[in-house]
């Protein structure tokens, strides 16, 4: 009896070591030692299980680098020293007096008419403007200088003026300004509306980054668009003071004849058409913006090239005067398209790459449209075509994953923005397989839980038993013991009986 009841005790003992809390506070390792409660000696984990613990938790040991992969290395460090963004010059130029940074932003400001963030591609740009044209060059040196000045003055993001986001519509618009004046070279006075409207670009800017920020979209050269027609606009042809040059509507049928195509020329217009981004016809200098543009990011070289080319070949599918396309006029607008979608604001893949191309011959179609309508109000038609078919595709929704739209924080080079593309989708990859480990853990503890529950009854069916068992005992024994009662009681009184028997039969023989 005392031996089953504390047999009882200590399954009652065992049916508590299952209770909710201990379930869901401790690991599947710590629930197998509570289920031992009556062993003496539980298995202790020894030291060599431990040590082989650590070593799974540290990972496995990297092998070291091989002599390849360090020269690698080196290489693409010194690489970084002036292609790309050139992050360690910038990070050394804030060190520096502050008229070494304008100059270094001066010249982010020229090459970011091309998405380009290098100081490098930007002197070789001025480098190729001077050699089209010494005045053209020095009304874009003055507009992107009054552009960032104005910056500074408004108190703009310091980070923002640092990458010359603020001085490519300066540039621009100093340069346009002059291309389209009829006044002249050297005419000193058109440098008083250069620096005005110059000036005015990081206000027109800052009103549509507010704008386009809701949809996360990039300014691009809206304000360079809108201020040049304005000014345009104001002084026209007949003008005293600053005349422009007469733009005029196509009033007869171009003469083509295709015999006559000059296929030199029509080579030619590739680079000549990447040069007309900066209003330049020169086939040299558009020689000149390639190399700058390889020199940072050989994906956005190579998307310009593409976008030229695109452009020559919509303008013979649109029976265009061959001495425009020979001009460059239809290329400019299908390079920066091209840049902008193939890989600047899409992570480029191969998708990303035929939607570049898809957009460049839009723009092309969407630049004649716009060339005929503003060509009625003698107005060129600027980078209207690049501005507003790049929006377009940057707005494009889709279910694809390979078609990703960077963040416009994120925004660097096409080539670092393939990088954050890969290593997101890396990180995507490690928080799937997290998920499902954790729901493997989750499926397996519920699934020990559920053990441990079934087991948890059948102590309590077992217990129940037991008791039951004891009770029906219990009553065996009282009826037992009431029977060999009832038993006793009548040998006790034959005893007596015969005792008295005796007795009488002693004393009558006595008498």
Known sequence: MTSL??????????????????LSTTSPATTLVELQPLMAHPNLPSDHDSIQRDKKEKGPVQPAPTTLQRTRARFLKGVSYFSGDMKAFGKWMEKQFLLLQLLDWVLRGAAQVMFVNNPLSGLIIFGGLILQNYWWALNGFVGTLAATISALILRQSRGAIAAGLYGYNGILVGLLMAVFSNAGDWYWWLLLPNIFMSMMCPIVSSALASINSRWDLPVFTLPFNIL???????????????????????????????????????????????????????????????????????ITCAHAVLGSAVGMVSGLALAAPFGDIYFGLWGYNCVLACIAIGGMFYALTWQVHLLAITCAFFCAYLG??????????????????????????????????????????????PEKNLGFFWKMKKQEKMEKAEKERKEKEEQQEAREK????????KLRLELERMENSEESEGKNDETLVRDHTIEVEPQDTAGENNENNVTEVTLADYV
């Open 368 to 413: 004649s449209a716009i060339a005929n309508i503003m060509s009625n109000f003698g107005l060129p038609a600027c980078t209207w075509p690049f501005c507003l078919s790049a929006l377009t595709f940057l707005l494009l929704t889709t279910e694809t994953k390979r078609i990703f739209k960077l963040p416009l924080a994120k925004v660097t080079y």
């Open 5 to 22: 009841h504390l047999f009882s005790q200590d399954i009652q003992k065992n049916i508590k070591s299952f209770s909710p809390a201990s």
């Open 450 to 457: 559920e053990i441990i529950l079934n087991e948890k009854e």
């Open 228 to 298: 040049v027609c304005l000014h345009m606009v104001a002084t026209g042809h007949f003008n005293h003071h600053f005349p422009q040059v007469l733009i005029e509507p196509r009033s007869e049928l171009p003469n083509i004849t295709w015999a006559e195509i000059d296929v030199a020329k029509l080579f030619m217009s590739v680079p000549v058409g990447i040069g007309q981004v900066y209003g330049c016809d020169n086939p040299w200098t558009g020689g000149i913006f390639i190399i700058s543009l390889f020199i940072s990011s050989p």
